[in-house]
């Protein structure tokens, strides 16, 4: 299919004339309050002849083939390739952000591929990807060309992932995730100070974000928290947090401890330790969370899903290579038949570690 006439400026909905001429965005809980051709903070929504647009739709930083434990996702799908691909821009400012040269682009040089929603989802499938992701950078700024990219995806009988901070306002997260099967949600810290001043945002969108998903959704999800030396890796706010979780969202949503790298703004703190990481997991687990890993690091027995009734190894994991599979085809634990929380095929993937970039234009014929 030829995309090279699809316009990478699309209008939105979610936003409101202000009086004093300015248009809000609703989007995120930022609200940002635009004059005439301004951009917002993500950079990829702006206010054009009175209506807030999206600038970037089928416009990507890059797609690649990872493999779905990745993302990470530990108890959907495993083992199996998922077509990742971002944009540009963010809503967050986070001064760790690992992903910052596009998160934090204000160029449009860095979206150098297009493709049509119908592009992508075919080509996933004709590449053998059970998924397609939305990563990188959040798609909370670009939902609708994530929504119209999911909706092709469903026809071809993929499945969808947002990897996202969470960070949205009631409306357009209700929209958003009706066409979404998993995602990851960053729980990046459990204090408000965090969140404001090294995240720029706030926490309680977040946790509402969460909660809306266990309550009021069927979509997969599990957590990611990045341990941040003296920042948000005390005993303290992991426990805080542990039991938070257990309290709103119960013991099955799969929980990711993962270390810290130096990078963007934070290039003077250290890595995190592994035994911050092993220390978190024994928190979270001690509070009742049955299924916590660590990230970021070699740690078989912190990356492997274990049976929380007999503690049978129920997938091995070496990294992002599946190494064994004590799962039966309905999801149970092959040694006590407990049921493992997650969406499972009846047998252990086969993709690996695998990372294959992919150029969509290359398929536009």
């Given at each position: 299919?030829?995309?090279?006439?699809?316009?990478?400026?699309?209008?939105t909905?979610?936003?409101?004339?202000?009086?004093?001429?300015?248009?809000?965005?609703?989007?995120?809980?930022?609200?940002c309050k635009l004059k005439a051709e301004q951009q917002g903070l993500c950079f990829v929504r702006a206010n054009q002849d009175n209506q807030i647009v999206l600038t970037t739709y089928g416009r990507s930083s890059g797609y690649c083939i990872?493999?779905?434990e990745k993302k990470p996702l530990n108890h959907f799908l495993p083992g199996t390739a998922i077509l990742s691909f971002g944009t540009a821009g963010c809503n967050l400012a986070c001064k760790f952000c690992q992903n910052w040269d596009i998160s934090k682009s204000k160029e449009v040089d860095i979206l150098a591929d297009y493709a049509s929603p119908i592009t992508i989802a075919q080509v996933a499938k004709q590449l053998g990807?059970?998924?397609?992701?939305?990563?990188?950078?959040?798609?909370?700024?670009?939902?609708?060309?994530?929504?119209?990219?999911?909706?092709?995806?469903?026809?071809?009988g993929l499945k969808t992932v947002a990897v996202t901070a969470g960070y949205m306002n009631d409306a357009p997260r209700r929209e958003f995730y009706q066409y979404i099967d998993a995602a990851n949600v960053d729980l990046k810290a459990f204090t408000e100070s965090f969140y404001y001043k090294i995240a720029g945002g706030h926490l309680q969108p977040v946790l509402d974000t969460l909660c809306y998903l266990k309550h009021e959704t069927k979509v997969w999800f599990e957590m990611t928290n990045l341990l941040i030396p003296d920042e948000n890796d005390s005993p303290q706010e992991i426990e805080a947090m542990s039991r938070w979780i257990v309290d709103n969202l119960g013991v099955d949503v799969p929980l990711h401890f993962t270390a810290f790298h130096p990078s963007w703004k934070m290039l003077n703190k250290p890595h995190t330790p592994s035994s911050t990481l092993n220390m978190a997991r024994d928190i979270a687990k001690a509070a009742g969370i049955r299924y916590?890993?660590?990230?970021?690091?070699?740690?078989?027995?912190g990356g492997s899903t274990y049976c929380?009734?007999?503690?049978?190894?129920?997938?091995?994991?070496?990294?992002?290579v599946l190494s064994s599979w004590g799962l039966n085809a309905d999801g149970r634990c092959a040694a006590c038949g407990t049921p493992c929380a997650g969406v499972f095929l009846d047998k252990m993937g086969k993709w690996g570690a695998k990372r294959v970039p992919v150029r969509l234009h290359e398929f536009n014929k």
């Amino acid at each position: 299919m030829n995309t090279t006439n699809i316009s990478s400026v699309v209008p939105t909905k979610y936003w409101q004339l202000l009086a004093d001429g300015r248009v809000q965005c609703d989007v995120c809980p930022r609200a940002c309050k635009l004059k005439a051709e301004q951009q917002g903070l993500c950079f990829v929504r702006a206010n054009q002849d009175n209506q807030i647009v999206l600038t970037t739709y089928g416009r990507s930083s890059g797609y690649c083939i990872d493999p779905i434990e990745k993302k990470p996702l530990n108890h959907f799908l495993p083992g199996t390739a998922i077509l990742s691909f971002g944009t540009a821009g963010c809503n967050l400012a986070c001064k760790f952000c690992q992903n910052w040269d596009i998160s934090k682009s204000k160029e449009v040089d860095i979206l150098a591929d297009y493709a049509s929603p119908i592009t992508i989802a075919q080509v996933a499938k004709q590449l053998g990807c059970s998924s397609v992701a939305f990563t990188y950078n959040d798609p909370v700024i670009f939902m609708e060309y994530a929504i119209d990219v999911a909706q092709a995806c469903h026809v071809e009988g993929l499945k969808t992932v947002a990897v996202t901070a969470g960070y949205m306002n009631d409306a357009p997260r209700r929209e958003f995730y009706q066409y979404i099967d998993a995602a990851n949600v960053d729980l990046k810290a459990f204090t408000e100070s965090f969140y404001y001043k090294i995240a720029g945002g706030h926490l309680q969108p977040v946790l509402d974000t969460l909660c809306y998903l266990k309550h009021e959704t069927k979509v997969w999800f599990e957590m990611t928290n990045l341990l941040i030396p003296d920042e948000n890796d005390s005993p303290q706010e992991i426990e805080a947090m542990s039991r938070w979780i257990v309290d709103n969202l119960g013991v099955d949503v799969p929980l990711h401890f993962t270390a810290f790298h130096p990078s963007w703004k934070m290039l003077n703190k250290p890595h995190t330790p592994s035994s911050t990481l092993n220390m978190a997991r024994d928190i979270a687990k001690a509070a009742g969370i049955r299924y916590v890993y660590t990230g970021n690091v070699h740690d078989h027995i912190g990356g492997s899903t274990y049976c929380h009734q007999c503690g049978a190894e129920l997938i091995g994991r070496d990294w992002f290579v599946l190494s064994s599979w004590g799962l039966n085809a309905d999801g149970r634990c092959a040694a006590c038949g407990t049921p493992c929380a997650g969406v499972f095929l009846d047998k252990m993937g086969k993709w690996g570690a695998k990372r294959v970039p992919v150029r969509l234009h290359e398929f536009n014929k």
